[in-house]
T-cell receptor
Framework: RKEVEQDPGPFNVPEGATVAFNCTYSNSASQSFFWYRQDCRKEPKLLMSVYSSGNEDGRFTAQLNRASQYISLLIRDSKLSDSATYLCVVTSTGGGNKLTFGTGTQLKVEL | GAVVSQHPSWVICKSGTSVKIECRSLDFQATTMFWYRQFPKQSLMLMATSNEGSKATYEQGVEKDKFLINHASLTLSTLTVTSAHPEDSSFYIC?????????????FGPGTRLTVT
């Protein structure tokens, strides 16, 4: 079983739609959780950290359910510029600052 | 702030040659840098953790003699792919950890696309 699992997509949605991505992680001892965004042939960029209480940043809302080992990202009013691959990232079983990346979920926002 | 540069952006080399990739933190000191590799349609895979002034820690399955890492200063880490082969063609990305933040945030370089012919 992969340490971080995501549905690869692609998800094709119309502009203005609300879309949600899910991610599960296998190690209950994982400490930190993030969503990164990666554009084609570019490096990943931090979108937001994910906290147990849930957090929101503009049109983006992230949730963490430690009991279910489940992380979600909600994008409201999606824009064409939101088209990218969204990576679920957790600190690895080795601890410290080692990040483990999911394979990513591809989002395509269309007119 | 928190800019990480990587050079070169892309490189094409012949099989059997060695290629060096540089990763620099431009506006902060990085006690730890990480090297990742990403094959098409796959996730980033951590290759090694580079600590300034000490030997790198390699992930399982990564050959330390093939992927030489040097972290000579708090702002520079280099990855040398020795005797490159076509299967080493990949997107190599470094990241840097300032080490002075409460959370585990890393800042990524723009990546180096290596093609071995």
């Amino acid at each position: 079983r992969k340490e971080v699992e995501q549905d690869p997509g692609p998800f094709n949605v119309p502009e203005g739609a609300t879309v949600a991505f899910n991610c599960t992680y296998s190690n209950s001892a994982s400490q930190s959780f993030f969503w990164y965004r990666q554009d084609c042939r570019k490096e990943p960029k931090l979108l937001m950290s994910v906290y147990s209480s849930g957090n929101e940043d503009g049109r983006f809302t992230a949730q963490l359910n430690r009991a279910s080992q489940y992380i979600s990202l909600l994008i409201r009013d999606s824009k064409l510029s939101d088209s990218a691959t969204y990576l679920c990232v957790v600190t690895s079983t080795g601890g410290g600052n080692k990040l483990t990346f999911g394979t990513g979920t591809q989002l395509k926002v269309e007119l | 702030g928190a800019v990480v540069s990587q050079h070169p952006s892309w490189v094409i080399c012949k099989s059997g040659t060695s290629v060096k990739i540089e990763c620099r933190s431009l506006d902060f000191q990085a006690t730890t840098m990480f090297w990742y590799r990403q094959f098409p349609k796959q996730s980033l895979m951590l290759m090694a953790t580079s600590n300034e002034g000490s030997k790198a820690t390699y992930e399982q399955g990564v050959e330390k003699d093939k992927f030489l890492i040097n972290h000579a200063s708090l702002t520079l880490s280099t990855l040398t792919v020795t005797s490159a082969h076509p299967e080493d063609s990949s997107f190599y990305i470094c990241s840097a950890d300032p080490g002075d933040r409460g959370h585990h945030e890393q800042y990524f370089g723009p990546g180096t696309r290596l093609t071995v012919t």
